[in-house]
């Protein structure tokens, strides 16, 4: 495979990614030096854990589509792992956990030849089908619909949906197309974004709650925020990184929006089921994977099938 194409405009755009976390360090520390409490030293973390993830995404992405691929098989392993790990189950259904896992180098496999018809029914037909069998063989039926649903569910979010993000790499397109690599850097730069956003605007804004049994902190003043400011960031980045028009930069940017704060929310509903408030301490001012991936396992299917369905 060749190297991932890194254009002009995606080299633009990663050297603005880095002057915002330059400016952000810059801040957070005179904050952390002038106010001293857990709140700053909480911001200090962020920054830090975003120069960390923003690096290695930026490698993985830049290097070669290979590496990419491995990159995000990976982090649909931690995800998913993560995620079994904080739901209680049949020990007699353990083994079932190996099939889970063992359906994401299928699925990276078919996304790496690009087999999209197979790669599209893999997890969604065969895998929900073939599930069930290893824990029938075992004949444990206590608590059988609580393991097969939850398995099942964890590998449509963490596997199934994150997979989208990676075979947005492997798009084929021509030379008036950009890179797949590109199209990712622009999903993955809305999502993010449209969490800071929506936080921002609802504290500074936020009055009435959107969904308080869910999520307390989610205000309709951030969520239209959200929505207005994700939106123009996406009229901006569009024409470095996308082949859509402007309308078609208009809808994506709401479509991320909305759906990325669907996903939050989402894995909000999980948490608050399971009585935690972060799914794990991976990265420090952030929580777990989970807190970082929650809105992807939304826009990463939603926005590949809208590209690949009007651009390609």
Known sequence: MNLNRLSDEM??????IFIVLIISTIISQILLRKYPNKDTENIWLRVKSWWMMCIIFTLALIIHKTVSLIFMAFLCFIA??????????????????????LSIPIQ?????????????????????????????????TKGFLHSMATIQWGI???????????????????????????????????????????????KLFGKRKIIPKVS??????????GII???????????????????????????????????????????????IKDTSQAIP???????RVDSLTYTAPLFFHFTRFFYF
């Open 156 to 202: 449509m979010l963490f596997v199934f949906s994150l997979s989208h993000l990676a075979y947005l790499i492997v798009l084929p397109g021509d030379d008036n197309m950009v890179s797949g690599a590109s199209l990712v850097l622009f999903l993955v730069i809305l999502t993010q974004a449209n969490d800071v956003f929506q936080y921002i605007t609802g």
């Open 229 to 275: 400011l994700t939106t123009i960031l996406a009229t901006i980045l569009g024409p470095l990184l996308t082949p859509f028009t402007l309308a078609g930069m208009i809808i994506a940017g709401m479509y991320i929006s909305v759906s990325g704060f669907i996903g939050d929310v989402n894995i909000s509903a999980l948490k608050r089921d399971l009585n």
């Open 108 to 140: 990276f496999i078919l996304i790496y030849k690009g087999f999209y018809g197979f790669f599209i029914v893999f997890i969604p037909v065969y895998m929900f089908l073939f599930i069930p069998i290893q824990a029938l063989i075992v004949g444990e």
């Open 285 to 291: 001012g952030h929580g777990g994977i989970l807190d």
């Open 11 to 16: 080299v633009t755009v990663l050297i603005g």
């Open 80 to 101: 998913l792992k993560e995620y079994f790990s904080l739901i209680p189950t049949n020990r007699s259904h353990r083994l079932v956990y190996l099939w889970a896992y």
């Open 216 to 225: 307390p902190n989610k205000t309709w003043a951030g969520f239209i925020g």
